[in-house]
Nanobody, 115 residues
Framework: QVRLVESGGGLVQPAGSLTLSCAAS????????MGWYRQAPGKEREWVAK???????EYADSVKGRFTISRDIRKNAMYLRMNSLLSEDTAVYYC?????????WGQGTQVTVSS
């Protein structure tokens, strides 16, 4: 069964850092591309970052220079390192992967940036 499971969310102070993880099963190679999305209260889900099969990465302008997407093939995992967090980064963060013609979503992990 193809599955994505996020972890690593929590409460962090403004300007702080947090790393989210996304475990892929049965294998990270099951997905032709993977990415992170987020949904803040009262807002639509928005794209944050993506990494494709050759390792190339892209970022939304709102997180460029602060967030880094990466993957560990041996661990079948994808990560999102978030630095210089702002209150507007508060959201539920989802990992997603392209599987054939479908998009597989994780269950989400809450990130709250507050003092």
């Amino acid at each position: 069964q193809v599955r994505l499971v996020e972890s690593g969310g929590g409460l962090v102070q403004p300007a702080g850092s947090l790393t989210l993880s996304c475990a892929a099963s049965p294998s990270i190679f099951s997905f032709k591309s993977m990415g992170w999305y987020r949904q803040a209260p009262g807002k639509e889900r928005e794209w944050v970052a993506k990494i494709i099969a050759n390792g190339a990465t892209e970022y939304a302008d709102s997180v460029k220079g602060r967030f880094t997407i990466s993957r560990d093939i041996r661990k079948n995992a994808m990560y999102l390192r978030m630095n210089s967090l702002l209150s507007e980064d508060t959201a539920v963060y989802y990992c997603a992967g392209g599987f054939g013609s479908q998009v597989v979503w994780g269950q989400g992990t809450q990130v709250t940036v507050s003092s």
